[in-house]
């Protein structure tokens, strides 16, 4: 696709409940970010990978955040045992460089409500 | 502990007004500062960007003014039109790539 894709756009979890988001960045692009947003707050870093290798995830806010990109291309952020704190938009960006500029592609985000 | 500290919250012009949103940082060690505009529903996308060894920058209607010594920078938005309504955020580049955006600040330009 022409820019980058996030499923599903939303998704309402029982507390409790694992829930998976998924990513399509843009073709070729090696840097992908997981970003969380909460209701009138900007972006928070989540989590970064080069191709498949997470370089950083020093955002994950606790163990049951999870995020992989097994073969370089599709990611995903898993959520175990979501908490009503959980919710927010999970914004997933992807950029060309390995270097990033800053021009940071963002998907239209998936926003999580946890009841 | 916010990274990138931005205001103001809300801002309201008139058509052709010039909004201004400041943002200032602490780390020293940031070395790239982009301006993300993003409309509801929407994710952020890139609008302006600069390097802290550069005052100024212009691209069409949209400035960024940056004061390296007090670790101040600004987006100036020229003739600002309705369409320009959405929400803005600076966001700082740390090492490894990761980025530190401020809070965001929301526009409304009234017709």
């Known amino acids: 696709g022409a820019g980058v894709s996030q499923s599903p756009r939303y998704k309402v979890a029982k507390r409790g409940q694992d829930v998976a988001l998924r990513c399509d960045p843009i073709s070729g692009h090696v840097s992908l970010f997981w970003y969380q947003q909460a209701l009138g707050q900007g972006p928070e870093f989540l989590t970064y990978f080069q191709n498949e290798a997470q370089l950083d995830k020093s955002g994950l806010p606790s163990d049951r955040f999870f995020a992989e990109r097994p073969e370089g291309s599709v990611s995903t952020l898993k959520i175990q045992r979501t908490q009503q704190e959980d919710s927010a938009v999970y914004l997933c960006a992807s950029s060309l460089q390995v270097v990033n500029t800053g021009e940071l592609f963002f998907g239209e985000g998936s926003r999580l409500t946890v009841l | 502990q916010q990274q990138v500290k931005q205001s103001p919250q809300s801002l309201i012009v008139q058509k052709g007004g010039i909004p201004i949103i400041n943002c200032a940082y602490e780390n020293t060690a940031f070395d790239y500062f982009p301006w993300y505009q993003q409309f509801p529903g929407k994710g952020p996308a890139l609008l302006i960007a600069i390097r802290p060894d550069v005052s100024e920058k212009k691209e069409g209607r949209f400035t960024i003014s940056f004061n390296k010594s007090a670790k101040q920078f600004s987006l100036h938005i020229m003739d600002s039109q309705p369409g320009d309504s959405a929400t803005y955020f600076c966001?700082?580049?740390?090492?490894?790539?990761?980025?530190?955006f401020g809070t965001g600040t929301s526009l409304t330009v009234i017709p």
């Open positions: 966001a700082a580049r740390a090492t490894g790539n990761q980025f530190y």
